[in-house]
Structures are given as structure tokens and as C-alpha cells.
């Protein structure tokens, strides 16, 4: 293990998961992560294993099941498993973001049912806001739920579901309401159990297909078809609509994390694939890495490795504060996402004809670090998410 995206005062059981993360990373992801990305296939056993280890439950109490553990512990978990294949930590993350809505906004009873269930995994959360119409701009959803009786009954389409086939359970986001000039005011979380898999997955919810996508291969991705699908108003999220849009981006924070996280690993890859090929291969009669430009090009992508990894863990931990974190959330996301995209081109320059072989590592990390850029929101959503932030951290008297 190198010097890089160390973490100081971690605790010894923490020190421990990641230990154990790290070595079932080396020696059961990265030996099969390009030739199952280049199938596109789903990867169940390396699912089955995180199982067996407790990870769907790092962040899920004690008292259901998991282990309890910190965002800070996730997010260095997901640092380690992108290291090896981002798509992993695509398998975990929004499952991670549905547990965390109903650990943090769900009614007891919610609680009790969802959360040991999804400690063991028998139950797999997937997070929909986006439709095809609209990512970003939350706002502007067009999927209603309009109450009856004991139910609600919801029409609309969604797009971009990670795990959207092999998730049981979904977070989904309707306008319950005219919002009367307030459009966050009137959407509603629902907690939506399905079967999985494709077609219709409980009367009157399709999932048509897997999207195909340049990279992120892998885990599935997906779009959402709800035509009628009636939902229990026990199922809406904490049991009292009109709260959805605020409970959903607490999730976001968490998620924004996580894409931080991911870079992080992604990038600390990378950087480890370029500085070992430097070492290994000769140009004009001696070791590439005795050229100053490639030192100095190596000298950058460590710097980026280490700046984005201390901000990602700053986040971590003024989320875990309970604080109010999308300023440091915001930062994190960005500044990791651009950093990754920037070292993993750098190692693939330093590749040369070879980055882009299929044969080689870096030509997939080249394809998946772009979906950084646009996860969780662009890099453009977070400079505006920073930029107002600050004007009001530092707002003129008036």
C-alpha cells in the first residue's frame, strides 16, 4: 500500500474493514473487472461476496442488523471498491442512499420493516428522481401521485435507475400536489417494492430495459414506466407527504460523497497503473520514468490523488456531524470528479498506443471516468450549489 490517500485518526475497526476491503479488491475484483466489463455482466459473485461481508449493512444501526458504522467509513469503503471496478460501488451506492432516507426520515414502523432487511441484502434499494426530460432541474418532474383512498396512484416515467432491475425497493420522487409557486413544496417520496428484473415488475411499474451506456458497465441502469401503480400511504417516506424534495437531497449529499469516493479510487488507480507502466517500459534507451516530462506528469496526478482525497474525506466528515455539509459535499464532488478525469488521462498518455488497447486496464477507466463528471449532478450544478453557498456565507451587511 503507498503513500497516498492515507486517512489519519481512523479507528481500528475501521482500519480493519478497509483492510479487508482492500485485499478482497486485489484478489477477487481487479483479476476480473475489465473482462466482465467489456460483457457487461452483471458481476453476482463479487455481489454475493459483499453480502457474505456485511457491506450492505455499513451504515445501517446496530440495532437492525448492520454494523453501524460512519459515512466516512462508507465513503473510504467505496474508495477502495472503485479502485478495483467503479461499477461496485454503483451496486452499493444507491442501495447506501435509500437506507440512509429511511435511517434518517422514515416512520418506526418504516425503520423496522426495510432496514434489517436490507443489512442482510435480501432487500436492494434503487433512487429515482430523474426523468427523461429533466436531471438536475428537480424541479421540473412531471410524475404525479394523486391520493385514493388508502393509496396513492402514480403515473410518470423515470430515467437513469441504478439497479433499476435488480433492485426490490425504490425511492421515487412525485408531485403530489399544485405547488402554487413553491414547486418543491408539494413532492412526495415513495417507497415502491417491486420484483426484480425486466418487464413488469408489480402492476402497472416496467422496467423496459437496461440502458446501454459507453461505460459503467456491469451494474444495470435503467428507465422506470408507471402506469397506475397504486402504492399504500404507508408507504410514503416518514408517513407525511410534501417533504420529498428535502429528504431526497439529504440523499444527494450522501450521494455527492460517494461520487467524490469513487473518483478518489478511480484516480489513486490510475495513478498506480501509470507510475508501475513508467517504471516497466524503456524509450530511447532508458526507463520512461527518467524523462523529467513524465516525472513531472506523475508529480500532478499524486497532487490531484491526494487533494481530492483529503476534500472527499472532509466531506465525509461534516456530514457525519450532522452539519449542514452540501457547501463541502458540492466541493468534494466537483474538484474529485475533475481530477479523476484529468489523472486518467494522464495515465493514459503515459500509456501511450497501449492505453488504448482493450488489453489493458487504463482503456476502461478512460471510458468510466466521464460518468463522474455528470453523476449526483454536473460539475456545472455544483459550482452553482458552491457559488451560492458562498455569497451567503459571506453576504455584505446591509
Known amino acids: 500500500m503507498g503513500r497516498l490517500a492515507q486517512t489519519d485518526g481512523l479507528t481500528d475497526v475501521q482500519r480493519e ?3 479487508t476491503v482492500r485485499t478482497f479488491v486485489d484478489k477477487e475484483v481487479i483479476p476480473v473487472a475489465t473482462e466482465l466489463e467489456h460483457r457487461d455482466e452483471y458481476p453476482t459473485e463479487i455481489v454475493e ?3 457474505e461481508m456485511g457491506l450492505f449493512g455499513l451504515m445501517i444501526p446496530q440495532e437492525y442488523g448492520g454494523l453501524g458504522e460512519s459515512l466516512l467509513t462508507y465513503a473510504l469503503v467505496v474508495e477502495e471498491l472503485s479502485r478495483g471496478w467503479m461499477s461496485i460501488s454503483g451496486i452499493i451506492n444507491t442501495h447506501f442512499i435509500v437506507a440512509y432516507l429511511i435511517r434518517r426520515h422514515g416512520t418506526p414502523e418504516q425503520k423496522q420493516y426495510f432496514l434489517p432487511r436490507m443489512a442482510e441484502g435480501r432487500i436492494r434499494g434503487a433512487f429515482s428522481m430523474s426523468e427523461p426530460h429533466c436531471g438536475s432541474d428537480v424541479a421540473a418532474i412531471r410524475t404525479t401521485a394523486v391520493r385514493s383512498g388508502d393509496e396513492y396512484v402514480i403515473h410518470g416515467r423515470k430515467m437513469w435507475l441504478t439497479n433499476g432491475a435488480s433492485a426490490n425497493l425504490i425511492a421515487l420522487l412525485a408531485r403530489t400536489g399544485e405547488d402554487g409557486g413553491r414547486p418543491h413544496a408539494n413532492m412526495t417520496t415513495f417507497l415502491i417494492e417491486k420484483e426484480p428484473g425486466f ?5 402497472g411499474l416496467t422496467v423496459p430495459g437496461k440502458i446501454q451506456k459507453m461505460g459503467y458497465k456491469g451494474v444495470d441502469t435503467t428507465e422506470l414506466v408507471l402506469d397506475g401503480v397504486r402504492v399504500p400511504a404507508d408507504r410514503v417516506l416518514g408517513g407525511e407527504p410534501g417533504k420529498g424534495f428535502y429528504q431526497m437531497m ?4 450522501v450521494g455527492r460523497v460517494n461520487v467524490a ?3 478518489c479510487g478511480m484516480a489513486l488507480r490510475a495513478f498506480e497503473l501509470a507510475i508501475r507502466y513508467a517504471q ?3 524509450t530511447f534507451g532508458e526507463p520512461l520514468h527518467r524523462h523529467q516530462a513524465i516525472r513531472f506528469r506523475l508529480a500532478e496526478m499524486a497532487t490531484k490523488v491526494e487533494a481530492a482525497h483529503q476534500m472527499m474525506v472532509m466531506a465525509a466528515r461534516r456530514k457525519d456531524t450532522g452539519e449542514r455539509g452540501d457547501l463541502e459535499a458540492g466541493m468534494a464532488k466537483y474538484l474529485a470528479a475533475e481530477y479523476c478525469k484529468e489523472v486518467v488521462e494522464d495515465a493514459f498518455r503515459i500509456h501511450g498506443g497501449y492505453g488504448y488497447s482493450t488489453e489493458f486496464e487504463i482503456e476502461r477507466l478512460y471510458r468510466e ?15 452553482m450549489i458552491i457559488g451560492r453557498r458562498l455569497l451567503g456565507e459571506y453576504r455584505l451587511p446591509e
Open 17 to 19: 474493514i478497509l483492510a
Open 49 to 51: 461476496r459483499l453480502k
Open 199 to 203: 418487464g413488469e415488475t408489480r402492476p
Open 250 to 253: 439529504d440523499g444527494v449529499e
Open 261 to 263: 469516493a469513487r473518483a
Open 280 to 282: 516497466q517500459r524503456e
Open 369 to 383: 471516468a466521464p460518468m463522474l463528471l455528470i453523476g449526483e449532478g454536473t460539475s456545472e450544478i455544483q459550482k
